[in-house]
């Protein structure tokens, strides 16, 4: 990871994205670049103080990032940037101001995610260094994968756990038969484990050394929607990471959209 690009709305919350990006920053040595986006009608005046902020946003720490200062459509200069510099991830903070300020960032991080070709880190909680529990949750999808393959490049320390949760058909019509349950789970872990192998043989491809993360394959029946949120409750990760097609997240049904995108239940990282 090379380059990072963080898109600050300036908000009380926005610490949080600039202290997680400081942070990867000093484990990747990273370049960083901040950018926030005015609305087209803003003057010259409100230009300068938005870049007097983001000055004062780094004035006490010791990561010296580019700003950036633009004007437009959040979503697509945040995409214009991305394609810029060339940056390996997009970070975003989180904000509860309002609802429309809900459905506002819900856009605009949707857009980035499916525009900007690079992974969006949603940063909702203060950092408290390197993340250590990272959840991935897979549906064998392409997309699943190169989740997977983006969050071994921001955390490649972290234990990993590699969740797929399944639902049997009609399960209040249908009684599976204990041996049945067995072969189906077996074949579910069996794939986790191929999944899981060809994308740690990707990384380290990419030349990152011998430091590879700690896999832990989990598989959960269940409704998809459920199932990811018992996991999460018990296991209480640092890191939630999904892969979202054009419809939604790697699910079936993506039904979790939007719950996800306004009120994650810890960092998330997103890739189209």
């Known amino acids: 990871m090379k380059r990072i690009l963080v898109a600050l709305d300036l908000s009380a919350h926005g610490d949080r994205a600039f202290e997680r990006a400081a942070q990867l920053v000093g484990e990747h040595e990273a370049e960083l670049a901040l950018i926030h986006v005015l609305p087209y009608d803003s003057s ?13 946003y780094v004035s006490a720490s010791s990561v010296k990032p ?38 506002f960032f819900e856009t605009v991080a949707h857009f980035a995610i499916q525009n900007c070709g690079a992974p969006v880190l949603l940063a909702k909680n203060r950092p408290r260094g390197p993340y250590c529990l990272v959840l991935v949750n ?38 599976f038969k204990p041996e049945e349950l067995k072969e189906l789970r077996d074949e579910r872990s069996s794939q986790i484990e191929r999944d899981v192998r060809e994308e740690l043989r990707r990384f380290t491809d990419r030349g990152v050394g011998d430091a590879l993360p700690h896999i832990v394959p989990m598989l959960e029946r269940n409704d998809v929607d459920a199932g990811i949120g018992k996991v999460v409750r018990q296991s209480q990760p640092d890191l ?9 997240f790697a699910t079936p049904g993506g039904s979790r959209t939007r719950a996800y995108l306004n009120d ?9």
């Not at 950036?68 to 510099?85: F, K, L, M, Y």
């Not at 999808?141 to 969050?151: G, I, Q, V, W």
């Open 44 to 56: 010259e005046a409100e230009r300068r103080a938005a870049e007097r902020k983001l000055r004062h």
């Open 66 to 103: 580019q700003l950036r200062v633009s004007v437009g459509d959040p979503a697509r200069e945040i995409a214009r940037s991305v394609q810029e510099i060339d940056a390996d991830l997009v970070i975003l903070g989180l904000h509860h101001e309002s609802l429309i300020a809900d459905l």
């Open 138 to 175: 897979t549906d064998f999808s392409e997309c699943a994968r190169r989740a997977l393959h983006a969050a071994l490049a921001v955390a490649p320390r972290a234990e990993f756990h590699v969740l797929h949760v399944y639902e049997t058909p009609f399960p209040q019509f249908v009684r």
């Open 240 to 248: 939630l990471v999904m892969g979202m097609s054009g419809a939604g």
């Open 264 to 272: 994650p239940p810890c960092d998330m990282l997103v890739t189209s």
